[in-house]
């Protein structure tokens, strides 16, 4: 568990301290790290301005109203894919959005359970999404 400007980052294993939670402030790669996007058990995803420590933006998946009717609804998976945020849900739908707006760009419910697993090919040109159904959605 580390706090960072207000944001409490936990690291998979339960530890309290990791080289990639120490690290969290620059990435030689791509240069500082300036916003962390995390999805909700209650289907909501939100991008977190780690100089802030403040919500920029919330998008909601699933209305209230929809919770109650359909039953609750996971974010298991998100993958940050050129300016998109690609998410992959507990009802086996895979949903595209703008990462500075939070618009839908596109959804894909071909799987029949939750998806597990996001990733891109080698080329970075496509996005692969797998889950409990053993199905792959290209």
């Not at 120490?22 to 100089?51: C, F, T």
Request: aromatic share 8%.
């Amino acid at each position: 568990l580390k706090n960072y400007k207000g944001l409490e980052i936990i690291n998979s294993d339960n530890s309290s301290e990791s080289e990639e939670s120490e690290n969290i402030e620059e990435n030689p790669e791509i240069g500082p790290i300036r916003h962390v996007y995390a999805g909700y058990a209650n289907g909501s995803i939100k991008r977190w301005d780690l100089n802030k420590g403040s919500s920029t933006l919330h998008i909601e998946k699933q209305t209230l109203k929809e919770t109650k009717k359909k039953g609750p609804l996971y974010i298991w998976k998100l993958k940050f894919f050129k300016g998109c945020i690609i998410t992959g849900d507990s009802k086996g739908e895979v949903t595209v959005y703008d990462s500075k707006f939070g618009t839908e760009i596109q959804s894909f419910g071909q799987l029949k359970a939750d998806i597990l697993a996001l990733e891109t090919c080698m080329s970075n040109s496509c996005v692969y999404a797998t889950g409990v159904d053993s199905r792959i959605l290209n």
